[in-house]
């Protein structure tokens, strides 16, 4: 079951700037971890399990991923 997200705290990469187009946000909310576009805050969002969104990041980090 996806749990509500309207009053989550969503947050963006320090690294991003106030005029980077490709931007993602991450919340923790319920046991999960969810993903949305920041440039649209009302459209879906994807919801992992936190020990899957750590490996996710963790491959990013170490470039197991082709992000190009």
């Known amino acids: ?3 509500n997200l ?3 705290t969503w947050r963006k990469s320090s690294r991003s700037g106030a005029t ?3 931007c993602v946000e991450v ?7 969810a993903v949305r576009d920041s ?3 009302t459209g879906p969002a ?11 990041v963790e491959s990013v980090k170490s470039g ?4 190009r």
């Open 39 to 41: 440039k649209n805050p």
């Open 20 to 22: 980077n187009a490709h």
């Open 64 to 67: 197991r991923l082709d992000l």
């Open 6 to 8: 309207n009053r989550t």
């Open 46 to 56: 994807l919801v992992f399990t936190p020990a899957t969104f750590t490996a996710f």
């Open 1 to 3: 079951m996806t749990p």
């Open 27 to 33: 919340a923790s909310v319920a046991d999960v971890a």
